[in-house]
Structure formats: C-alpha cells, structure tokens
C-alpha cells in the first residue's frame, strides 16, 4: 500500500530555514507529480510547489524566490527547502502525490499526514 510520510516540520524564527521531506513508501511503478500544499487557520489549502515526473516546476508567488522544491527520484522523496521564512508562512504543510501503483495502471493521488510549520516573530 503506497503512503506518504513526510518528516521536516518544526518551529522556526522569523528569517530562519527549514527542510521538509516526504518519502513514498510501498510498490510504486511511475511518479506524475509531488508537490508541497499548506493550509492555515481558517484559510483553504494552497498549493506551494509543485514538480512533475518530467522536472517541471512551479511555484505559488507569495514563496518564489523563497522556497525550492527538488526530488530524489530513485527515493521516491520530494523535499521543499524553505528560506527566508516569514510568520504568513505557519501552516501544516501537506505532501501531495500523483503516483501509479504497481499493477494498477492508472495512477491514484495521495495525501500526507501533515507536518506542522510554525514561524515565530
């Protein structure tokens, strides 16, 4: 069975850094996207970086420049380095996953348990 675990979140001052990781885990023939979503108190999911099978990347404005999203391919793991951190940037942070399991042929998304990022002032 495929699960994300993702590994990284924390407490961090304003200006600091922190690295997030999320391994897919189980039977996974092919990969069509990782991403990085977030969501804060009282506000909708947003996407943060996301980045295709293919290298494609893309960024939500408010964290370019910012943030960098990369990939270990043979790890199945996706990291989001994140810079420069500012206090509108606490939220859990979810990993977010498009994947082909093993003798599935289609591919299925897939969500992370979530890793609290919180910015102190």
């Known amino acids: 069975q495929v699960q994300l675990v993702e590994s990284g979140g924390g407490l961090v001052q304003v200006g600091g850094s922190l690295r997030l990781s999320c391994a897919a885990s189980?039977?996974?023939?092919?990969?069509?996207?990782m991403g990085w979503y977030r969501q804060a108190p009282g506000k909708q999911r947003e996407l943060v970086a996301g980045?295709?099978?293919?290298?494609?990347?893309n960024y939500t404005d408010s964290v370019k420049g910012r943030f960098a999203i990369s990939r270990d391919v043979a790890k199945n793991t996706v990291y989001l380095q994140m810079n420069s951190l500012k206090p509108e940037d606490t939220a859990v942070y979810y990993c977010?996953?498009?994947?082909?399991?093993?003798?599935?042929?289609?591919?299925?998304?897939?969500w992370g348990q979530g890793t609290q990022v919180t910015v102190s002032s």
């Open positions: 977010n996953a498009d994947l082909m399991p093993t003798l599935k042929y289609d591919f299925y998304n897939y």
């Open positions: 189980g039977s996974i023939f092919s990969v069509k996207s």
């Open positions: 980045i295709t099978g293919g290298g494609r990347i």
